[in-house]
């Protein structure tokens, strides 16, 4: 069902990533031309994934028809299976962003359900030209899909975004970037500001942070802010960071800092910035490489190319934290401790071999999507 106008004017907000979760949503790897050894090592780490989120709250995983048995054969029977079509699996770009409202919106009679979903256009992160795969039609439908199964309603929306690349607190503040958002081969039509009000009025934000670049390598999405920067709860922020200035990651951290310092959220608050190192840096081997199918359907994996590693790419579970952990035993063991102190009440689950994952292009928070429970529920965590 197709909900006419506007989320924010309808009383819909997008909540923050900690608020109460019904359930998680994630595909399943399978396209050999962007998932190595006909994507075996991706379908592993994503059961590890999904198992471990589960330990907190629902999952479904999303599978094509070819590969629907192989994934329930692999999957944990406590986590639902269901096939759906798409061309690859990157559910927080492609999926919907769940948004909600309160009571008193439902007892205005304007509306019939807490939660409904906004379907973004997607464009495989940049269209034909800059896209990572020519053909995105099954992605385009996946959003309908997943709210037709939940029997939830669509505002559908023309402005082509992917959800990696914004992050809320919930009370009113966006974080993006202007790499992302910004690029011509998204929305060249619409100005800044433009986009700026269509932000504010389908998530419910009175106030966009803009950072001006990603992580660095990160090319694949434009510079997503959920590989550079993430809400921890209002106020704070964590933010990709590393100290040795011969890094071109270095320039990025310190660029995103000084925005983040003399910045404000939507209440008036200064934020305190939590520092988190990325690992590596991190190469992308010969044998890695050659295991893609390199045909020209999919944005070519050369060896040596630098992967957009990230500990700030983590999911929030109710009560748990699944966070990528990738062999770099410093850097994994300090991101443990960083994300331990951040989230007190929540236990860190560090996820062991996510490479797999950042080697076709993301890690755990892009390939999930959480759908927050009824703002009246209690979820148990």
Request: net charge negative; charged share 20%; with cysteine.
């Amino acid at each position: 069902m197709e909900i006419e106008g506007k989320p924010a004017l309808l009383g819909y907000h997008m909540p923050a990533e900690w608020e109460p979760h019904s359930q998680c949503w994630m595909g399943w790897p399978e396209r050999p031309d962007n998932w190595r050894n006909q994507a075996v090592p991706g379908q592993h780490l994503f059961k590890e994934v999904a198992t471990a989120i589960s330990k907190f709250e629902p999952v479904t995983i999303c599978a094509t028809a070819a590969q629907w048995d192989n994934a329930r054969s692999q999957i944990p029977q406590n986590i639902r299976v269901v096939e759906m079509s798409m061309n690859d699996c990157w559910f927080r770009d492609s999926g919907p962003t769940f948004v909600v409202c309160d009571d008193s919106a439902l007892i205005s009679g304007n509306l019939d359900s807490k939660v409904a979903g906004i379907d973004w256009t997607f464009n495989s992160w940049g269209g034909i030209e800059d896209g990572c795969y020519k053909d995105w039609s099954d992605d385009l439908n996946v959003t309908p899909k997943i709210l037709g199964i939940e029997r939830l309603p669509r505002f559908p929306q023309s402005l082509i975004l992917e959800g990696g690349s914004i992050h809320v607190d919930g009370e009113g503040t966006c974080l993006t970037t202007e790499e992302c958002l910004l690029n011509t081969n998204r929305n060249p039509h619409l100005t800044k500001s433009q986009i700026e009000d269509e932000l504010k009025m389908y998530l419910g934000v009175r106030k966009i942070i803009w950072l001006p670049r990603g992580l660095f390598g990160d090319d694949d999405t434009n510079g997503h802010i959920d590989n550079m920067c993430c809400f921890v709860k209002p106020g704070v922020v964590m933010l990709s960071w590393t100290n040795d200035q011969l890094d071109p990651q270095y320039e990025r951290s310190i660029e995103a800092f000084s925005v983040l310092y003399n910045a404000t959220d939507a209440s008036g608050r200064r934020l305190e910035i939590i520092k988190i190192h990325v690992p590596g840096p991190l190469y992308m081997t010969e044998e890695e490489s050659a295991g893609v199918i390199q045909d020209d359907d999919a944005k070519p994996r050369p060896a040596s190319t630098r992967l957009a590693a990230s500990y700030v790419n983590f999911y929030i579970a109710n009560g748990g934290i699944i966070a990528p952990a990738f062999g770099d035993e410093k850097w994994d063991k300090e991101a443990f401790c960083v994300l331990s102190s951040a989230f007190p009440n929540h236990k860190v689950v560090m996820v062991n071999g996510a490479r797999e994952i950042c080697l076709a292009g993301g890690n755990i928070h892009c390939i999930t999507q959480q759908q927050p429970a009824f703002p009246s529920t209690t979820v148990k965590s």
